[in-house]
C-alpha cells in the first residue's frame, strides 16, 4: 500500500487540484462510451435491410425494418409481455421486498440479520441460468412439486413454460437487487421517526403509510427502476422458464441476431427496446422527480 | 372526539379518590441481567407540575423517563399516569407528548403538517384542525413559518416545531427527552425559558430529563437527581441546592468543596468534624434515624460551597467568620461574570479550595501566589457520613 502511495505521489504530485475529480471519472465514462459506439453501430444497421437472395445489407439507409416490426403484431405481443411483466414483476418484488429489508434493517438480533443476508446473497452465487434450471428440475411435469402431488394422487399440472411460470422466475431473480437497495433507504430513516408516530397516535399501519413509506420513497423508486430495466431486458428467464412461448423483447432479438441472422431487423428491435425502456425510465423519473432517488442532499438530514 | 373520554374517566376518579397525582411510580426496577438501569424508584408528581429528572449519563434517567413514555416496561414496580398504568394503555392511545432527543420531526412534511399529524392520527374534528394547529404555532411563536419544510427551519424552529407537535393535542403529560442537548448554549438557554413559558401558559405536567443542572434549575419546580440507578433527592430547586441530602448532589448541583474527615461529636443538628489538623463545625446530615452508627471516630465527607467562602487579602483577617484559614492562592481562573480563586489551604485540605469571588470592590485583587485569608460560617458547610 506504502509502494503504491508512493508511485502516487511521484504521478501525481500536487494531488491534481481541481481536475482530481473529472479525471477519475474518465475511465467509466470510457466504458459508458464504448458502449454508445456499439448503439450507434446498431443503430446503422437498423436502417438497412436484408436482401433474402443474396444475404447482403442493402447500401441505401430505409426504415423499412422500422415499418416491418411495428406493422406485425408479433412485436407488439412481445413488447407487451415484456412491458407488462416488467410492471408486474417490479410490483410483487417491491412488496416482498420491503418488508424483508425493513425487517433486516430493524431486527435486533444480529443472527437473524446475517440468516437474512445469507439467504439473500445465495442465489446471487449461482447465476441466472443455473437458477432457472433449478426451478425446470422442482416445477417440471417429472419435477419434485409434480411427484408430490402424484403421491396424493393429482395428475401432473403444467408448471411450466408460461407467463406466471416467467414471472415467478424473474421476482425471484430480483429480490435479492431489490432488497439491497431498499436497505439503505430503510437504515436512513431513524427508529426515533417511528417511535414518535406511536407517541403521537398513529398504528403501526399509519407509522408504515404516512411516515416510513414516504421517507422510503427514495429507496423505492431507485430499486423499483432497477427491477424494471433488469426485467425489461432480461432474456434468461424467458428464455428457459417460458420454453419460448413466452418470448420477451431481447428473446426476440436474440433470435433476429443468431438464429434468422436478420441483423438489420434485430437492430430496429433493439432500438425499440433501448427506447421503451428509455422512456419508462424518463417518465418514472419525471413523475417522481430526479431528487427522489437522495442524489445530492438529502432532506432527511434534518439540522 | 374520542380525545375527550379518557378525561371523564379521569375526573370521575379524582372525584372519588381525592386528587391523584399526574404522574407516580411505585418501587420501579429496571434490570438487564443483572445490572440495574433503575433500581427502585418512587415518586409522585402533581398535575401542573414541571418536573426535572437530573443525572450524569449512564444514571437512569433516560430509562426513568422511558419507562413513563410506556417505550420500555419495568421489570418490576410500576407506573401511572393520572391513577391509569401506563403499560394498560397501547402506545398510540396514551396521552403523552414526547419531545424526542433528536426531535424525530417529519422530513417530508411542513411544519404545519408536523403539527396536524397527532390530531388527524387522534381524529379530531377535520374542520377544527387547521385553527388549531394555527393556534399552537402562534403559541410557540411560529406564525407565518408554518409551510416551511423542516429543514428549511433553523435548530431553535425545529425545537418549537417539536414542543407544538407534542402539545397540540393536548396531552395528559409532556416528555421532553434532553431535546435542548445538541443545541450551543445561548440557544439552548433561550429554549430552557421557551419551555417554562409555554409549561406555564399551558399548566401540562411536564417530566424533563438533562444532565445540565443549570437547565434543572432554571425550569422545573421540581427536581430528581438521578445516580447509580437510584433516585438520590427529589426537591424543589431551592431546596436541593440549599440541602443536598449526600455528598453526590451536593457536587453534582453548583460548584461544591468536599473535605474527607472524622467525626468528632454531634450536638442536635451540629456536628463537630476533625478535618486535616482542624477541628470545624457543620449543619449535621448525617440523618436521625441512626445515630449510633455516627460515634465519634467515624468517617464523614464535608461539603463547602465554593460561593460560601469568603476571602481577604493577608492583614486584612475576616471578621464575620465563625472560621478562617491562610491560604495560597494556587490559580485565578476568569469566567466573566464571576472569578474562581483556587487556594491551598494546607491545614484543611490535600486539595485547593475552589472559591467564587463576590466581592466587588476587590475584584480581580488576588494574584497566583498572594497569601489570603479564606473563611466560612458552621451553617455553611454540610456534614454527611463518610461512605456515600
Not at chain 2, 69 to 98: Q, Y
Request: with cysteine.
Amino acid at each position: 500500500m506504502d509502494a503504491l502511495e508512493g508511485v502516487f505521489a511521484v504521478a501525481w504530485p500536487k494531488g491534481g487540484g481541481k481536475l482530481t475529480p473529472y479525471l477519475l471519472l474518465v475511465p467509466a465514462i470510457s466504458v459508458v462510451g464504448l458502449l454508445v459506439i456499439g448503439l450507434v453501430y446498431i443503430g446503422d444497421s437498423s436502417l438497412r435491410t436484408l436482401d433474402r437472395t443474396t444475404f447482403l445489407f442493402s447500401e441505401n439507409y430505409s426504415l423499412e425494418n422500422y415499418r416491418r416490426a411495428l406493422s406485425e403484431g408479433f412485436t407488439y405481443t412481445i413488447i407487451w409481455r415484456s412491458l407488462f411483466g416488467a410492471f408486474v414483476v417490479t410490483i410483487i418484488t417491491l412488496i416482498l421486498a420491503f418488508p424483508y429489508a425493513y425487517m433486516m434493517v430493524r431486527t435486533r438480533s444480529a443472527l437473524v440479520r446475517k440468516a437474512l443476508l445469507i439467504a439473500l446473497f445465495l442465489p446471487f452465487f449461482i447465476g441466472q441460468v443455473v437458477r432457472a434450471y433449478g426451478w425446470l428440475i422442482i416445477l417440471g411435469n417429472q419435477g419434485i412439486i409434480n411427484d408430490a402431488l402424484g403421491l396424493i394422487g393429482i395428475e401432473p399440472l403444467r408448471l411450466l413454460f408460461n407467463y406466471p411460470a416467467v414471472i415467478f422466475g424473474l421476482v425471484q431473480y430480483m429480490l435479492p437487487f431489490a432488497v439491497l437497495m431498499l436497505a439503505p433507504a430503510l437504515t436512513a430513516i431513524p427508529e426515533e421517526m417511528e417511535a414518535a408516530a406511536g407517541s403521537l397516535g398513529a398504528d403501526w399501519f399509519q407509522t408504515l403509510l404516512h411516515v416510513v413509506l414516504p421517507m422510503a420513497k427514495p429507496g423505492l423508486i431507485g430499486s423499483g427502476i432497477v427491477v424494471l430495466t433488469l426485467t425489461l431486458t432480461d432474456f434468461a428467464m424467458p428464455a428457459i422458464l417460458g420454453g419460448g412461448t413466452q418470448d420477451f423483447i431481447a428473446n426476440a432479438i436474440y433470435d433476429q441476431f443468431f438464429r434468422t441472422s436478420d441483423q438489420g431487423f434485430g437492430s430496429a428491435l433493439t432500438i425499440i427496446l433501448v427506447a421503451t425502456g428509455s422512456l419508462v425510465v424518463g417518465i418514472a423519473l419525471a413523475t417522481f422527480g430526479a431528487g427522489t432517488l437522495a442524489l445530492g442532499k438529502s432532506e432527511n438530514e434534518v439540522r | 372526539m374520542q380525545h375527550e373520554l379518557p378525561h371523564t374517566v379521569q375526573e370521575h376518579a379524582s372525584e372519588t379518590f381525592g386528587p391523584v397525582p399526574a404522574v407516580s411510580a411505585k418501587a420501579v426496577n429496571m434490570r438487564f441481567g443483572n445490572f440495574y438501569a433503575v433500581k427502585n424508584a418512587s415518586f409522585q408528581l402533581e398535575q401542573g407540575r414541571f418536573l426535572t429528572i437530573l443525572g450524569p449519563s449512564g444514571s437512569g434517567k433516560t430509562t426513568l423517563l422511558r419507562m413513563i413514555a410506556g417505550f420500555l416496561t419495568p421489570t418490576s414496580g410500576e407506573i401511572f399516569i393520572k391513577g391509569e398504568a401506563v403499560n394498560a394503555v397501547a402506545a398510540n392511545k396514551r396521552a403523552i407528548g414526547m419531545v424526542f432527543q433528536k426531535l424525530a420531526l417529519f422530513p417530508h412534511m411542513t411544519a404545519a403538517e408536523n403539527v396536524a399529524f397527532p390530531l388527524k392520527m387522534r381524529r379530531f374534528d377535520a374542520r377544527t384542525i387547521p385553527d388549531r394547529v394555527l393556534q399552537y404555532l402562534k403559541l410557540v411563536r411560529l406564525d407565518g413559518l408554518e409551510n416551511r419544510r423542516i429543514h428549511e427551519l433553523s435548530g431553535g424552529q425545529q425545537q418549537r416545531v417539536a414542543i407544538a407537535r407534542a402539545l397540540v393535542f393536548e396531552p395528559d403529560l409532556l416528555l421532553l427527552d434532553e431535546p435542548l442537548a445538541a443545541l450551543d448554549r445561548k440557544l439552548r438557554e433561550e429554549m430552557q425559558l421557551e419551555f417554562r413559558r409555554i409549561q406555564k401558559e399551558l399548566g401540562v405536567t411536564t417530566i424533563n430529563v438533562t444532565h445540565d443542572q443549570r437547565e434543572a434549575l432554571v425550569v422545573s419546580d421540581r427536581i430528581i437527581v438521578m445516580n447509580n440507578a437510584e433516585i438520590q433527592q427529589n426537591a424543589a430547586p431551592i431546596q436541593m441546592y440549599r440541602s443536598p441530602e449526600n455528598p453526590f448532589v451536593a457536587t453534582f448541583i453548583g460548584v461544591t468543596n468536599v473535605f474527607s474527615g472524622k467525626l468528632v461529636k454531634r450536638v442536635g443538628d451540629t456536628a463537630s468534624v476533625l478535618v486535616g489538623e482542624q477541628e470545624l463545625s457543620g449543619q449535621s446530615r448525617l440523618g436521625s434515624s441512626n445515630i449510633t452508627r455516627f460515634e465519634s471516630g467515624a468517617a464523614v465527607k464535608c461539603a463547602l460551597r465554593a460561593e460560601q467562602i469568603r476571602i481577604a487579602r493577608e492583614g486584612k483577617p475576616l471578621d464575620k467568620t465563625d472560621f478562617s484559614f491562610t491560604g495560597r492562592i494556587a490559580d485565578v481562573i476568569f469566567e466573566g461574570e464571576r472569578q474562581i480563586y483556587v487556594v491551598d489551604v494546607p491545614g484543611v485540605s490535600a486539595d485547593p479550595i475552589r472559591i467564587f469571588h463576590h466581592d466587588q470592590d476587590e475584584f480581580a485583587t488576588h494574584h497566583i501566589g498572594e497569601l489570603v485569608h479564606v473563611g466560612w460560617n458552621t451553617n455553611d458547610m454540610h456534614v454527611y457520613a463518610g461512605i456515600s
